[in-house]
């Protein structure tokens, strides 16, 4: 399955949701940045919790043939990040995400919110 990069963000966003993600968020960073298209970001409770999210987006998008490039943090679980090339899935503590505050450091980015 070939999935565009939008639907890689979306899918990651609604993975988080499904374990109780807290304040998901996509921001289009493609013209902006060369860094990627798309961030998700994406708040958990407590470390588990984070780690329950990584690994639900880790696993709901190997599914469909998408593997991550590169994975940061899985262990510390204060920020865990998801490189999928085109699409970088942030997974902070709430506290991890208001200190480097990714969503003003990229505050020229078009938002999608997801419920």
Not at 10 to 26: E, M, Q
Request: net charge positive; glycine share 6%; charged share 30%.
């Amino acid at each position: 399955m070939n999935l565009t990069p939008l639907s890689i963000a979306r899918t990651a966003g609604k993975l988080a949701l499904s374990k109780k993600g807290l304040d998901v968020k996509i921001l289009k960073i493609k013209k902006i940045s060369n860094i990627c298209d798309y961030f998700v970001i994406v708040s958990g409770d407590v470390d588990v919790h984070v780690k329950a999210i990584a690994d639900a987006i880790d696993e709901g998008l190997r599914k469909k043939d998408v593997k991550p490039w590169h994975r940061e943090g899985i262990r510390g679980g204060k920020w865990v990040l998801l490189d999928y090339v085109d699409v970088v899935v942030h997974i902070f503590l709430k506290s991890a995400r208001e200190f480097y505050a990714l969503e003003k450091l990229w505050g020229d980015a078009p938002v999608e919110e997801l419920r």
